[in-house]
């Protein structure tokens, strides 16, 4: 059983359309989060939610917009995608807010052309 | 604010021979250090933390990590390595009361050779 699953695992599209990568764990945490990693592999986190509220919100364009329904789900929409998107999208959930350890998905590579 | 440095970008090794990887952080206030592995094309495993107490710490796959607060550093090291931990490597760093978001370092790829 995956613990952090992330579905597709790699997305091709064209600039301007919309998209949406799921997240969904099954460790029973309370806290989720999304990281983008670029081409150069830096890793930085975009959102963070704890049940089901959003509590960390970093410098990202409002074409993004995070979801999550429950607290074992997180999904990540993304509006007028742009060449820029490209990256490496990763889910992570933790036990809780302070928890110390984060659990990380496969990761969805997206790809805009 | 914290920021991870990776003095490293590429480190290639042969395999047996012993490997360190350099992390060096700033931060003003306590922080928890942590260690990440990522292999070609998969997600981020946790090889080890340091959260308090013995600045020693041990991990996965014989891996070992030594936290120095004075020289703000926590560089992760193996006595031998194999072909199989040809990786990405990922220092990372968080404080208590950031709703939990880890903060990278650059990482540094580990390419073991024959």
């Known amino acids: 059983d995956t613990a952090v699953s992330q579905t597709p695992k790699y997305l091709v599209t064209q600039m301007g359309n919309d998209k949406s990568i799921k997240c969904e764990q099954n460790?029973?945490?309370?806290?989720m989060y999304w990281y983008k990693q670029d081409s150069k592999k830096f890793l930085k986190i975009m959102f963070s939610?704890?049940?089901?509220?959003?509590?960390i919100n970093e410098t990202v364009p409002n074409r993004f917009s995070p979801k999550s329904p429950d607290k074992a789900h997180l999904n990540l929409h993304i509006n007028s995608l742009e060449l820029g998107d490209s990256a490496v999208y990763f889910c992570?959930?933790?036990?809780?807010?302070?928890?110390?350890?984060?659990?990380f998905g496969q990761g969805t590579r997206l790809t805009v052309v | 604010a914290q920021s991870v440095t990776q003095l490293d970008s590429q480190v290639p090794v042969f395999e047996e021979a012993p490997v360190e990887l350099r992390c060096n952080y700033s931060s003003s206030v306590s922080v928890y250090l942590f260690w990440y592995v990522q292999y070609p094309n998969q997600g981020l495993q946790l090889l080890l933390k340091?959260?308090?107490?013995?600045?020693l710490v041990k991990g996965i796959n014989g891996f070992e990590a030594e936290f120095n607060k004075s020289q703000t550093s926590f560089h992760l090291r193996k006595p031998s390595v194999h072909i199989s931990d040809t990786a990405e490597y990922f220092c990372?760093?968080?404080?208590?009361?950031?709703?939990?978001?880890?903060?990278f370092g650059q990482g540094t790829e580990l390419s073991v050779k024959p």
């Open positions: 990372a760093v968080r404080t208590y009361n950031q709703g939990g978001k880890l903060i």
């Open positions: 992570a959930s933790s036990q809780r807010q302070g928890a110390m350890v984060a659990f």
């Open positions: 460790l029973g945490h309370d806290t």
């Open positions: 340091y959260l308090s107490g013995s600045t």
């Open positions: 939610y704890n049940n089901k509220e959003l509590i």
